[in-house]
């Protein structure tokens, strides 16, 4: 690192990538590392301000410090009003005869139990190293200090997506810094609520079409493939849930009076849970996976990623996978089912001898482009129906417990839309041109993610292709508590954003 720090002495101020004598990904890897301590700094500024989307004083904090920290960097900002939280445009027109590039920012981040946190404040970011007996071990670091790569940075939003987003802002800070033009105009929209779903950005998007109207939009958020190389993806899954509740008697029943008189719910919901899915893991209700078809040249690129099925086992700690799709990269390009949560009556310190009045089961289902959420829930309904429930909006009254001896309640959201970007578009072929510069081969192209992102409202609305820049290490505790981000992921984060920024289109 000090040798790597001694050259860049002697290149910083010129002009980017002009060096003839210096290969262009050790030209680029210099310009990162001079930058490297003092994008650090800034990152554990930007963690200290709590930033859960839920809180309006909050949001303001960190709508505050994204808008002066972008007008430092010479861009126009405008604050985008909702009925919810607002969101913050930043804008940089180099010349308009390039290409713009919208670049996706998520600002907030999931609540905290600070006492499941092994630090004295998630709010408070601490740098870690790891020890000899495999413990994370604070490390007394100062502004200018040497900085290891495989040190971490632990605090909430490190990864999930501070880290990302102050990446980018060091790289535009060289370009700033050093007067260079950047190789495409730059848009960028901030938001502070990615976390509740986004809840007001799809109508922001509507009303605001002219002002983020841009060529491609990147997303600076995600965890990378589990190699841990620069990882770029084309697609994310959408999101919609459902809560069913089945009843059993109109309230918690003596099980030693009434045992083997008054049905238990739990058994009729058991039942239900068990008619879902086969036992390889395929989900069983009727055209749950119609309108997904894989070509060969989707199977060969989705085996073509360094992965190991065995590896991936071990580390999840199952004996197998499910039967959806041929491998781990296969089974993402089909809609899931989950049951997220379980509950009735009471257990451990607090359990009793009783019937439970009912059972409710909380369910999420991932989507494809190709498995839309409305249908997706028509089709949970039907399963539901066809295994005999009466279906009620509300407690069910005395006169339909009489009738009925099967009843339930379904209550459902629609959350995130699926996305997709070809693999072989222009979007693609530029930014792999881009990276594989710096990087070479060690370079992931995911067809899609397993989670969701807020992105199908601009693919929808602006007809525009949306890929995902993936920054943070695998294994970075993503809403959890000890999130943290591992620095050589936030050093190459910043080389991706520089090759990006500095590629001509």
């Given at each position: 690192?000090?040798?790597?720090?001694?050259?860049?002495?002697?290149?910083?101020?010129?002009?980017?990538?002009?060096?003839?004598?210096?290969?262009?990904?050790?030209?680029?890897?210099?310009?990162?590392?001079?930058?490297?301590?003092?994008?650090?700094?800034?990152?554990?500024?930007?963690?200290?301000?709590?930033?859960?989307?839920?809180?309006?004083?909050?949001?303001?904090?960190?709508?505050?410090?994204?808008?002066?920290?972008?007008?430092?960097?010479?861009?126009?900002?405008?604050?985008?009003?909702?009925?919810?939280?607002?969101?913050?445009?930043?804008?940089?027109?180099?010349?308009?005869?390039?290409?713009?590039?919208?670049?996706?920012?998520?600002?907030?981040?999931?609540?905290?139990?600070?006492?499941?946190?092994?630090?004295?404040?998630?709010?408070?970011?601490?740098?870690?190293?790891?020890?000899?007996?495999?413990?994370?071990?604070?490390?007394?670091?100062?502004?200018?200090?040497?900085?290891?790569?495989?040190?971490?940075?632990?605090?909430?939003?490190?990864?999930?997506?501070?880290?990302?987003?102050?990446?980018?802002?060091?790289?535009?800070?060289?370009?700033?810094?050093?007067?260079?033009?950047?190789?495409?105009?730059?848009?960028?929209?901030?938001?502070?609520?990615?976390?509740?779903?986004?809840?007001?950005?799809?109508?922001?998007?509507?009303?605001?079409?002219?002002?983020?109207?841009?060529?491609?939009?990147?997303?600076?958020?995600?965890?990378?493939?589990?190699?841990?190389?620069?990882?770029?993806?084309y697609g994310a899954r959408g999101i919609a849930t459902a809560t069913i509740k089945i009843f059993g008697?109109?309230y918690p029943l003596h099980s030693g009076q009434y045992g083997n008189y008054a049905p238990n719910p739990?058994?009729?919901?058991?039942?239900?849970?068990?008619?879902?899915?086969?036992?390889?893991?395929?989900?069983?209700?009727?055209?749950?996976?119609?309108?997904?078809?894989?070509?060969?040249?989707?199977?060969?690129?989705?085996?073509?990623?360094?992965?190991?099925?065995?590896?991936?086992?071990?580390?999840?700690?199952?004996?197998?996978?499910?039967?959806?799709?041929?491998?781990?990269?296969?089974?993402?390009?089909?809609?899931?089912?989950?049951?997220?949560?379980?509950?009735?009556?009471?257990?451990?310190?607090?359990?009793?001898?009783?019937?439970?009045?009912?059972?409710?089961?909380?369910?999420?289902?991932?989507?494809?482009?190709?498995?839309?959420?409305?249908?997706?829930?028509?089709?949970?309904?039907?399963?539901?129906?066809?295994?005999?429930f009466y279906l009620v909006d509300s407690i069910p009254t005395t006169e339909e417990r009489r009738i009925?001896?099967?009843?339930?309640?379904?209550?459902?959201?629609?959350?995130?839309?699926?996305?997709?970007?070809?693999?072989?578009?222009?979007?693609?072929?530029?930014?792999?041109?881009?990276?594989?510069?710096?990087?070479?081969?060690?370079?992931?192209?995911?067809?899609?993610?397993?989670?969701?992102?807020?992105?199908?409202?601009?693919?929808?609305?602006?007809?525009?292709?949306?890929?995902?820049?993936?920054?943070?290490?695998?294994?970075?505790?993503?809403?959890?508590?000890?999130?943290?981000?591992?620095?050589?992921?936030?050093?190459?984060?910043?080389?991706?954003?520089?090759?990006?920024?500095?590629?001509?289109?």
């Amino acid at each position: 690192m000090k040798k790597s720090r001694l050259l860049i002495i002697l290149v910083c101020g010129l002009p980017f990538l002009t060096l003839s004598q210096t290969k262009e990904e050790d030209q680029i890897r210099l310009i990162a590392e001079e930058q490297f301590s003092e994008g650090v700094e800034e990152l554990l500024e930007f963690l200290k301000i709590p930033n859960i989307g839920s809180d309006p004083e909050q949001v303001e904090q960190n709508l505050k410090w994204c808008q002066n920290r972008f007008k430092n960097l010479n861009f126009k900002t405008q604050v985008i009003q909702t009925v919810g939280a607002p969101l913050l445009f930043a804008e940089k027109m180099v010349s308009p005869d390039k290409k713009t590039i919208l670049f996706y920012l998520q600002i907030d981040g999931q609540p905290v139990d600070p006492s499941e946190w092994d630090q004295a404040d998630p709010f408070l970011p601490v740098i870690k190293e790891k020890g000899t007996n495999g413990s994370w071990e604070a490390v007394h670091w100062n502004p200018g200090d040497a900085l290891e790569e495989d040190w971490r940075i632990f605090g909430r939003s490190a990864s999930d997506s501070k880290g990302p987003a102050t990446a980018f802002i060091t790289a535009l800070n060289y370009f700033n810094a050093n007067a260079q033009e950047e190789e495409c105009n730059i848009k960028v929209i901030m938001d502070f609520q990615e976390e509740l779903g986004s809840p007001t950005l799809a109508k922001a998007v509507e009303e605001n079409e002219s002002l983020l109207k841009a060529d491609m939009i990147l997303i600076m958020d995600g965890t990378r493939h589990i190699s841990n190389w620069p990882t770029l993806t084309y697609g994310a899954r959408g999101i919609a849930t459902a809560t069913i509740k089945i009843f059993g008697p109109s309230y918690p029943l003596h099980s030693g009076q009434y045992g083997n008189y008054a049905p238990n719910p739990v058994f009729e919901a058991a039942r239900f849970i068990a008619s879902l899915k086969d036992s390889s893991g395929r989900v069983l209700i009727p055209g749950f996976y119609d309108g997904i078809i894989l070509s060969e040249e989707d199977k060969i690129a989705l085996r073509s990623l360094p992965e190991n099925e065995d590896s991936l086992r071990v580390r999840l700690g199952i004996s197998k996978s499910e039967a959806v799709g041929d491998n781990y990269q296969e089974s993402l390009q089909y809609p899931s089912l989950n049951i997220r949560g379980l509950r009735s009556a009471w257990v451990g310190s607090e359990v009793r001898t009783i019937i439970p009045e009912d059972v409710e089961i909380e369910i999420d289902m991932r989507l494809v482009p190709e498995t839309p959420g409305e249908r997706m829930i028509r089709l949970l309904e039907g399963h539901l129906k066809r295994q005999g429930f009466y279906l009620v909006d509300s407690i069910p009254t005395t006169e339909e417990r009489r009738i009925y001896p099967k009843i339930a309640r379904m209550k459902y959201r629609l959350g995130s839309l699926p996305f997709r970007t070809e693999m072989n578009s222009e979007t693609a072929q530029f930014l792999n041109r881009a990276l594989k510069k710096v990087f070479g081969e060690k370079l992931v192209n995911m067809r899609t993610t397993g989670g969701s992102q807020p992105i199908a409202p601009f693919v929808k609305t602006m007809n525009i292709p949306a890929v995902s820049i993936r920054i943070p290490n695998p294994d970075n505790s993503i809403h959890a508590p000890n999130e943290n981000l591992r620095l050589g992921n936030f050093l190459e984060g910043i080389m991706m954003c520089l090759a990006i920024l500095s590629e001509p289109q």
